[in-house]
């Protein structure tokens, strides 16, 4: 055999692929890919709100590195042909055991925001949340998705607001409430303050060439309607539909008197299951479950909030150790790979709910980057149940994983 001859048998070119976005996809093998992709496509001040922290960002860089301390112990020899993720959350059957979690400003990253990662979501089958800040109504999200949505709601000072979007939710088919408890006050996202990052970004010099540089995303900003919060622009002052009055007008109006009683009154109003975003105690926890709160968000607000916070994935086993079963455990933040939602349902978690992932996302390649952050979830999931051999949610016991 000559040279050629045996270059050919260990050589193949890979077929060129014409499609712009399967091809940048195609490098796209994990989440920090997806990151990196996205870093390069957002203005650098779009990027930072979406992938900073507060303060230092230990909190933030602390929620991934803490799924490293758990290590796995497989079992070998069993017959893993046939995988199933599907499990119950809430009394509803979901495809895999993970939630698209709340986010403001969706449409940041790409012009069709929240309506792209619900479709994405009913694809998947998987329930998709919708934050209050969105930049797409309650309606508009319900019109593209009859899959199972959840609502975020913030407790405001004007708490007919709140339940108008309460009522609205519940009259658009929304499944189950978030109560986001962590934001009595912001955090300080040092990131955008460096920046002098503001939404809409402020015109000036700096803005003009990152548009320029950045001119995919900048096409697809200015081409499409104006950036509102679509859920209250109703309730702002006369006159005032710009994002940054009225995200002015919607921080000044956060109560900070939020309180075990504002749960109870929500209650009053919400005929579903209720989820408290933010708990980041055993003792909150069951202050949680004596209420008769039937989910535990386990979350640190993405390190965004109180900057030292607890690592969700720590809280995970003495809260469902704490709780019993009396409600269900959902893991919020860190969450980048398949085999770190196993992990987490090792440790007593119901499912684990993702952020940050998706958006990148559709910074990179808009609804098809969100399908193919869901698709490696899931098949992450499954090839690390299979080499765990757990064949099922339910397979997935304590005895899988151990602390370093």
């Known amino acids: 055999m000559g040279v050629y001859e045996t270059f050919r048998s260990v050589v193949r070119f890979r077929e060129f692929e014409t499609d712009l976005v399967a091809r940048r996809l195609r490098s796209a093998v994990t989440i920090e890919d997806l990151r990196s992709i996205a870093k390069r496509r957002l203005p650098r001040g779009v990027f930072d709100y979406i992938d900073g922290g507060a303060e230092d960002e230990r ?16 079992n070998v ?49 998987i329930p998709y949340s919708l934050s209050t800040m969105s930049t797409r109504s309650i309606e508009e999200v319900a019109a ?29 088919g929304y499944e189950a409430l978030w109560l986001t408890v962590d934001t009595a006050v912001l955090g300080s996202r040092e990131r955008d303050l460096r920046r002098g990052f503001t ?42 539909t710009d994002v940054m009055p009225m995200a002015q007008h919607v921080m000044q109006n956060f109560d900070q008197r939020l309180s075990w009683g504002d749960v109870e009154w929500l209650q009053s109003i919400w005929d579903g299951p209720l989820v408290l975003k933010g708990i980041q105690t055993v003792d909150d926890a069951l202050r949680a479950v004596d209420l008769g709160v039937q989910g535990i968000g386990l979350s640190n607000h993405g390190g965004r909030q109180l900057d030292g916070a607890p690592s969700p994935i720590d809280l995970v086993e003495p809260v469902a ?61 499954e090839r690390t149940m299979a080499l765990t051999g757990r064949r099922s949610i339910a397979e997935i016991d304590r005895d899988l994983v151990r602390r370093r």
């Open 144 to 172: 593209v998705s009859t899959a199972s949505k959840w609502f975020q709601v913030y407790t405001w000072k004007d708490r007919g607001l709140v339940q108008e979007l309460v009522e609205r939710a519940a009259a658009s």
């Open 59 to 74: 909190s933030l860089a602390n929620n991934a590195a803490s799924f490293g301390q758990l290590e796995f112990r497989p």
């Open 321 to 381: 150790q704490a709780v019993q079963g009396r409600a269900a455990i959902i893991c919020d933040g860190g969450v980048r790979r398949g085999s770190d939602i196993v992990k987490a349902i090792a440790l007593g978690a119901d499912a684990c709910s993702i952020g940050r992932p998706y958006l990148y996302g559709a910074a990179a390649a808009g609804e098809r980057g969100v399908d193919h952050v869901l698709r490696f979830f899931r098949e992450g999931l």
């Open 199 to 240: 939404i809409p970004p402020q015109i000036g010099p700096g803005t003009i060439i990152d548009g320029i540089i950045h001119p995919a995303w900048t096409l697809d900003f200015i081409t499409s309607e104006p950036l509102t919060f679509a859920n209250v622009v109703d309730h702002a002052d006369e006159g005032v």
């Open 77 to 125: 020899l069993r017959d893993v042909s046939d995988i199933d993720t599907r499990t119950t959350l809430l009394g509803k059957q979901i495809a895999m055991p993970l939630v698209l979690a709340p986010t403001g400003y969706t449409r940041l990253t790409h012009s069709q925001g929240e309506l792209s990662v619900a479709r994405s979501a009913q694809r998947a089958g």
